[in-house]
């Protein structure tokens, strides 16, 4: 029994992380029909922008309990920062091309940050873990994890929740949904679409930051972070459905949970098992498991 | 749109490049002969580009095909190139033929990202298996052709002689293909599907068909890589080299089964020269190449050469 609580832990613990970083790549397709493969370097983008802060942070001294909050900060600036360029100047003029062509372009992209971010860092890893040591542990179930174990839950609650609130509740995020279902008659009922777009361009790239900078700390920082990360999180959102927030959701907690189960009773699995899982319900449900309905060509 | 070539142009094409090899730098040819294991992949693609399809994991059937001859030269000891390449081929082709039922349904993103599953499934179960050498894959002895082992400084040599004339042999093939009622289906299934299934042609079926035809010619590619390396491991299954081989096809264009093998080449050149002059900036011309030939040369490389040509 206890066994199984150790893999239930692990399992949302994983699940909160392919959450967090899955689900900035949804809202840009759900939004914009974007496949951002350049996602995952917006995630190492996060990832050094954290190590680069943490470690100036606890060099001069500052409280070292704000160092969450600042690391929340610079995710999202970088996103912000980075992301809406790219669509202003380079993607906004592609929209009429084939998904399959705008999906190479941001492949293109991917490229082009990865060696971007290693020109700026260097290529040597980068070792940030103050904040992961700053909680110590907790006990459940006589086991003991890291207390940064509930802090990721708690910020994938966070971004999920407030990601909700926004499209449900607030008038931005129903001129989100009227864009989704229709982007010529929304623009023809008065919605800025330029504006929605890059707006939800930044923001998904700030997202994937934000997953990138919490998870800095637990690991090294080194180049090439954003290449797994980046499949990893098209298997999350291709089984949940692409463009679906519940999708995401959902898929994350299948994930997390079959991976932690593989991990302790089959290690040789791991990566296998994740795609095994999107392959499968793929084959069942060729749109993933909320999709929504559309229409065919004549 | 389709140029054609014929077996003459194909053979004053070769001729040189054959006559020349004795002569060229060892480093040379182990480039062009990768480029032409890439390019039998990128030809492949070419097809499922043509029916408006991308493929992130053909990077499968090239992994396949590697560890098919190199498994078969490993365990059994058995190293007769024409054979390896062959029974490689089959093996890419028997999977492809399997997944196909499944694959043959998915259109746009998804034929992409679910053939993307499928070479990670493979990445994930080599990377982990031990008797493989895991990550670190495992070396692959030097192969004889038809029971002749060429001495060391020919080696290379016989390698591009045998992926030459593989190129060569898929190439009047791929050519016949395209030309044919099927291949024509390609072309109609992008534009517009339930219009050519109205018309009595299968999508399915069509779709089914280069599935496996790309399929053997990546796994051919597989082989021929993993000989003229002489080492192997689970990268090849992995996205990045399905990525590549989709810069490759974008690159050379589809307007020429040749088109795919230009690509190759002129990658093969970018990484040799940009990989050893700087390291980490490589990738950023390769993406920027991309983005460039996306955005200003749709057709890709090979419609510059008919730019150049007299109207008739």
Redesign the interface.
Known sequence: MDQFLVVFVDGINYAAWLFLSAVGLTLIYGVMKI?NVAHGSFYSLGAYVSATVVGLWFRYGFDPYLSYLALFVAALLAGFVVGPPIERF?LRYQYDK????I???T??????????I??IWG?DPYFVSEPYELLGNFEFASMTYPSYYILMVVLALLVGLTLMFVLKKTQFGRMLISVIHDREISSAMGINVGKIFILTFGAGCSLAALAGAFTAPTISVTPGLG?EVI?LS??VV?TGG?GSMAGVALASIIMGLVRAFCIHFA??????????V??LV??FR??GLFSLAES??? | MTQQISLKKLTLLALPLLVASPWMPQWMLFMVTIAMANGLVGLGLMLFLRAGLVSFGQALYFCVGAYTTGLISHFFKFNEVLILLLLSALASGVLAFALGFLLAKYRAIFFGLLSLAFSMILYGLLAKSEALGSTDGFNIPAVTLMGWLPPSDLVRVSILWVAFITVGICLIFINGLIRSPRGLLLTAIRDNEIRTEYMGGSARKTIHLIYVIAGVLAGLGGAIAAIAVGHIDPTMAFWTTSGEFIFITILGGIGSVLAPFLGALVFGVIHTLAFSNSPNTWQLLIGSTLIFVILLLPDGLWSLTSKFKRVK
């Open positions: 496949v380079l084939d998904e399959v062509v999906l190479l372009i492949y293109g992209l991917f490229l082009i940050l990865e060696d971007v290693k020109l290529v290449v499949v098209f298997a291709v692409l290690p040789e699995l791991e990566l296998f098992v994740i795609f095994s999107m392959a793929l084959s060729p749109r065919r060509k004549i």
